[in-house]
């Protein structure tokens, strides 16, 4: 069994072919000059943009958030597994 430790031996497994250098260049040659960056793009999935929004909501409540920690920390939270279920269903249903 032949084990590689680097780059090249990770490329050649998955069948990638290595970058040419010029796209390797720093910042300020190709970027600066209009190279191969000035098409990438970034886009977010609906779920991830439902996670940012949540993150962002205002109604978080902090106090909660802390005391829901410190019981998991403590290795006392407790919820009833009927509970959980229920609000599954209940999503669910609701289409949330």
Same mark, same amino acid.
């Given at each position: /069994?032949?084990?590689?430790?680097? /780059?090249?031996?990770? +490329?050649?497994?998955?069948? #990638?072919?290595?970058?040419?250098? !010029?796209?390797? !260049?720093?910042? &300020? =040659?190709? $970027?600066?000059? &209009?190279?191969?960056?000035?098409?990438? +793009?970034?886009?977010?999935?609906?779920?991830?943009?439902?996670? *940012? !929004?949540? /993150? =962002?909501?205002?109604?978080?409540?902090?106090?909660?958030? $802390?005391?829901? !920690?410190? $019981?998991?920390?403590?290795?006392?939270?407790? #919820? =009833?597994? *009927?509970? #959980?279920? =229920?609000?599954?269903?209940?999503? /669910?249903?609701? &289409?949330?």
């Amino acid at each position: /069994m032949d084990i590689r430790n680097s /780059m090249d031996g990770l +490329r050649s497994l998955l069948g #990638v072919n290595p970058a040419p250098p !010029q796209a390797l !260049q720093p910042k &300020g =040659s190709a $970027a600066a000059t &209009g190279g191969a960056f000035d098409t990438d +793009r970034a886009t977010l999935s609906n779920a991830a943009n439902e996670v *940012s !929004q949540a /993150m =962002s909501d205002a109604g978080v409540r902090p106090e909660k958030v $802390a005391e829901i !920690q410190s $019981a998991l920390a403590a290795g006392t939270y407790d #919820v =009833s597994a *009927s509970a #959980v279920a =229920s609000k599954l269903v209940d999503a /669910m249903l609701s &289409g949330e």
